[in-house]
């Protein structure tokens, strides 16, 4: 059976540095940050006071009100994204076979808010009215929910399902999208993820973790991938999502393609809950896999994405991994993380990171990875890779390749080429 070639037509994106996908990666390009401190609620008992929130949302600038109140944050800003990238793609849903068009979606956690107000609101009341919930609570809670809303909001009756793998849940989302759509089984699918978990059990839980930066006295640099003052990730929210879509489909109704998606790949560490293993070796085998897919050898690529979370175990062995893979190609590479400016939009994140290797790929820039200080560097990362500091460089990008990894050693990666008939 012949694989089919599947492209990317269509971006949308809601995140902490812009709400659209122009803004999100002109500040991308430019070096923002998107941290400050905690609004969702007060935060200011907890070790951790800041985040990279998304700023300036109203939901009910592009959903209906009474909708909304339907919906978990999560799912407002998968809803919102999933607008923009469908408009972004000129799909016209008058003419598609909608049997043949899909969502799948990547959540982390889901609707964590939501369960927190419940609860909560069941304690106040559980004495003297007895059990009171929102008829609304466990669809607005459930992890699935989103793709769900949007496949309602369209019509859109192909393949439907989230994934959920920690962090590497968008990126795992977007390759079952991709086979999808290879193996003919759909002509179009709406991929990507959300996360809203920027709320008292989310920071509170990761803190416990000691997984999160405290600076609090400076947030904008606290997210400092491969610095050697990194002391933990910057949670972020948000949500990224890609029309995927099989080529001859695109190409007959004349749509505007981004880039092709060319392989994808998964593996586990096996190793620990949530620690990667101190050699890579599960990131290394992802990045293979993803190669392999793809029929590309380590040099034909020119830009990894990293997860780069800014953790001190983390962002070592992820450049273990590219080292071992790349031998002296990976002094070729442009490597960045873009979390330095988005945060750790979790669940999202493969999503998010997946738009910006598409738009490197098409503009033939790599965003930078901000805050790294002269002389602030570990005695254990080589910095004679190009680790993209600070400043946006530009250079062809034939192909970029997207790493996530998460709790519970999953690991997913997804690499997007230069499209070419």
């Given at each position: ?279 890579g070796l599960g990131a290394k085998l992802v990045m293979h896999n993803a190669l392999e897919d793809a029929g590309m050898n380590p040099e034909d690529i020119d ?55 598409v738009l490197s790929v098409k503009n033939d820039i790599v965003p930078p990875t901000i805050n790294h200080e002269e002389g602030d560097n570990d005695e254990e ?41």
């Open positions: 059976m012949e694989l089919k070639r599947v492209v990317v037509t269509g971006l949308g994106a809601v995140t902490p540095v812009g709400n659209t996908v122009p803004e999100f990666w002109e500040n991308l390009v430019n070096g923002v940050s998107g941290a400050g401190p905690i609004t969702h609620f007060d935060a200011s008992k907890f070790k951790t006071q800041f985040a990279c929130e998304v700023k300036n949302f109203n939901a009910t600038d592009f959903i209906d009100r009474k909708e909304a109140r339907k919906m978990d944050l999560y799912t407002q800003y998968a809803v919102v994204a999933a607008k923009e990238a469908v408009t972004d793609a000129g799909l016209d849903t008058e003419k598609e076979d909608l049997n043949k068009i899909g969502v799948i979606l990547g959540v982390g956690i889901g609707g964590i808010h939501t369960f927190e107000e419940e609860v909560a609101g069941y304690e106040k009341t559980k004495d003297t009215i007895g059990p009171k919930f929102n008829p609304f609570f466990i669809p607005k809670m459930i992890a699935d929910i989103a793709s769900g809303q949007i496949s309602i909001m369209y019509g859109f009756h192909g393949p439907n399902f989230t994934t959920t793998s920690a962090c590497a849940s968008s990126s795992n989302a977007i390759a079952d999208a991709f086979n999808y759509i290879r193996l003919g089984k759909a002509n179009v699918i709406v991929t990507g993820g959300a996360e809203a978990a920027i709320f008292p059990a989310g920071v509170g839980g990761f803190n416990a973790m000691h997984a999160l930066s405290t600076r609090n006295d400076d947030p904008q640099h606290a997210s400092r991938p491969f610095s050697g003052s990194r002391d933990g990730f910057v949670m972020g929210e948000g949500a990224g999502c890609l029309i995927l879509e099989e080529l001859e489909h695109a190409k007959a109704r004349g749509a505007k393609i981004y880039a092709e998606l060319a392989g994808v790949g998964a593996s586990a560490d096996a190793y620990h809950l949530t620690a990667s293993h101190p050699d830009y990894i994405n990293v997860h780069g979370t800014s953790t001190p175990v983390g962002d070592i062995s992820e450049v273990k991994a590219i080292k071992e893979l790349f031998g002296e190609h990976a002094y070729k590479l442009n490597i960045s993380s873009t979390k330095s400016m988005t945060g750790h939009l979790l669940g999202a994140t493969g999503g998010v990171e997946a738009i910006a290797c990362i080589d910095y004679s890779l190009n680790f993209t500091f600070n400043k946006a460089q530009q250079r062809t990008v034939r192909a970029a390749l997207s790493n996530t990894f998460g709790f519970g050693g999953h690991n997913a990666c997804v690499i997007v080429k230069k499209y070419t008939e």
